[in-house]
């Protein structure tokens, strides 16, 4: 199993700045991923951080709005970026030892933009 | 976008009482996982089925897969209040690392 410490795990932000949400695990993983879940929604996968690569993002989700960045096997974040109260949602992380295995999460991040 | 579907969206419960929630995807999977979720925090994973297999069962959880109807069950039984949560399915789409999780089925269980 592994365990993962997201921060914050909440924060309050005007519109127009950034947030970096960090995400570090306690094992070497070998998939992280970044989702988000808008107010009562499901989750929706953000992108794929690849390890000492650019993330793959989904569609509907760009780089610059969303840079990632993930230098080693344990560590990921995410930066939201140039925010609007339509960014106000749970973001999380995930990983995976490999393909085929459970995911484990971060607590999430509640971000409210004003 | 989701690959799952669940109904119902809500259901509310006794104490005691069995749950079940179904979800159904759309492309060929090689795994569905189902995962609970507290209050809008991180999830936890309930259990994992593969696509070879029709049923698993995990304390009070018994999961069933249909792959010739895409489609997938969880049953809760003997719910207790602490039962209450958020209920996803997620599958691998096909060749893909990712998991894409459907809906969601918010079980409240009361005392």
């Known amino acids: 199993s592994a365990v993962i410490s997201q921060k914050p795990s909440r924060d309050i932000c005007q519109r127009g700045t950034s947030l970096t949400i960090q995400c570090q695990v306690d094992s070497q993983v070998t998939m992280m991923f970044w989702y988000r879940q808008q107010p009562g929604q499901s989750l929706t996968l953000i992108a794929t951080?690849?390890?000492?690569?650019?993330?793959?993002?989904e569609s509907g989700f760009v780089i610059d709005k969303f840079p990632i960045s993930r230098p080693n096997l344990t560590f990921s974040t995410l930066t939201v970026s140039n925010m609007s109260p339509e960014d106000s949602s749970i973001y999380l992380c995930?990983?995976?030892?490999?393909?085929?295995?459970?995911?484990?999460f971060g607590q999430g991040t509640r971000l409210t933009v004003v | 976008s989701q690959q799952g579907e669940e109904d119902p969206q809500a259901l509310s419960i006794q104490e005691g009482e069995n749950a079940t929630m179904n979800c159904s995807y759309k492309?060929?999977?090689?795994?569905l996982q189902w995962y609970r979720q507290n209050s809008g925090r991180g999830l936890v994973h309930l259990i994992l089925?593969?696509?070879?297999?029709r049923e698993k069962h995990s304390g009070r959880l018994r999961v069933t897969l249909d792959t010739s109807k895409k489609s997938s069950s969880l049953l809760i039984t003997a719910s207790r209040a602490a039962d209450t949560a958020s209920y996803f399915c997620?599958?691998?789409?096909?060749?893909?690392?990712?998991?894409?999780f459907g809906t969601g089925t918010r079980l409240q269980v009361f005392p």
């Open positions: 089925i593969r696509s070879n297999e």
């Open positions: 997620a599958t691998d789409a096909g060749n893909t690392d990712k998991l894409i």
């Open positions: 492309t060929s999977i090689n795994n």
């Open positions: 995930s990983s995976q030892i490999r393909r085929d295995t459970e995911a484990f």
């Open positions: 951080a690849n390890q000492g690569s650019e993330a793959t993002y």
